[in-house]
């Protein structure tokens, strides 16, 4: 897993509530189990027409946020079916970093797992960071994970909560199997003695 340690670039404004993991990856897209090539199914329904044709309307699909790295979203995003691919396509599409009111539990999870940080600020700081992406690439923000700050704002910066063990792995690169394979020389020396001590296990 890719390290996160401080994120510059910028930020698309997506004040939409209740975007659903359905919504970031239709059902059509879950055929997979890679985590590359599902950027460009993200957010398939808004981003296209019927017709197959991109919707020039779309946040993403407008030039000045084409390579957005920061998503700002409205209320309760990632809600819906717990699918993993919904963090998968964000990666893929470039984008690390989600900032919102709210997260629905597992996506939230399932952010840290893939080396994407979503950061939960009040009311008032989404609304002055909607505020400040609708500039468009004449913006940018940084996000600062070691010392928790979203950086590049006139009025200020913001400060954001983290929990330590989270914030860790992902300074570290470390999802679930980067953590079990941190403590390999541990696992080793304890199936050693157990070989030793249960020859016939």
Not at 53 to 78: C, H, M, T
Not at 132 to 144: I, K, Q
Not at 146 to 156: A, F, H, P, R, V
Request: net charge negative.
């Amino acid at each position: 897993m890719d390290k996160f340690t401080t994120l510059t670039g910028v930020a698309a404004p997506m004040p939409i509530v209740n975007i659903d993991t359905d919504m970031i990856i239709p059902k059509q897209f879950l055929k997979t189990i890679k985590r590359t090539g599902l950027g460009s199914a993200l957010f398939h329904e808004m981003r296209t027409n019927d017709d197959g044709s991109e919707n020039a309307d779309f946040v993403l699909n407008k030039p000045a946020y084409r390579n957005a790295k920061i998503l700002i979203a409205g209320d309760n995003f990632g809600c819906g079916s717990s699918r993993e691919h919904a963090p998968w396509a964000l990666q893929d599409f470039g984008i690390r970093c989600v900032i919102s009111t709210s997260f629905a539990d597992i996506f939230y999870n399932n952010c840290f797992k893939n080396g994407i940080l979503p950061i939960k600020v009040s009311e008032e700081e989404l609304e002055t960071l909607l505020s400040a992406a609708e500039r468009g690439s004449n913006f940018t923000l940084t996000v600062d994970l070691e010392n928790q700050k979203i950086e590049g704002l006139e009025d200020g910066e913001i400060v954001f909560e983290i929990d330590p063990f989270r914030k860790q792995c992902l300074i570290e690169g470390l999802d679930d199997i980067g953590l079990t394979m941190a403590k390999n020389e541990q696992i080793d020396t304890f199936e050693g003695k157990m070989s030793e001590s249960r020859p016939w296990v």
